[in-house]
């Protein structure tokens, strides 16, 4: 098992920055993917960001070039630094750890932008 711990949400107005961090504890030998998804009322959840364990990024359009993920793998913990925040950004960030045993999510945390 693998437990994941989000922190870093909170309230910002529109223009602002919030970094999200996310540590993974546990069975966490050998995990190759983190990523950060999100959901907004009454929408589904999407991704926003991954990182595989070589440093290869992936990113929603929405959010590049305003969003940075990154790992630190010795720290079993990923972050997502984020600029520019729109009020569409508003939404519960959850985080999720990938490895050989399976997919492990964390609770959330939420991100609102007030405009």
């Known amino acids: 098992q693998v437990h994941v711990v989000e922190s870093g949400g909170g309230l910002v107005q529109a223009g602002g920055s919030l970094r999200l961090s996310c540590a993974a504890s546990g069975s966490t030998l050998s995990i190759f993917a983190m990523g950060w998804h999100r959901q907004a009322p009454g929408k589904q959840r999407e991704l926003v960001a991954s990182?595989?364990?070589?440093?290869?990024?992936n990113y929603a359009s929405s959010v590049k070039g305003r969003f940075t993920i990154s790992r630190d793998n010795a720290k079993n913990t990923v972050y997502l630094q984020m600029n520019s925040l729109k009020p569409e950004d508003t939404a519960v960030y959850y985080c999720n750890v990938a490895n050989m045993l399976g997919n492990y999510w964390g609770q959330g945390t939420q991100v609102t932008v007030s405009a």
């Open positions: 990182i595989g364990s070589g440093g290869r990024t």
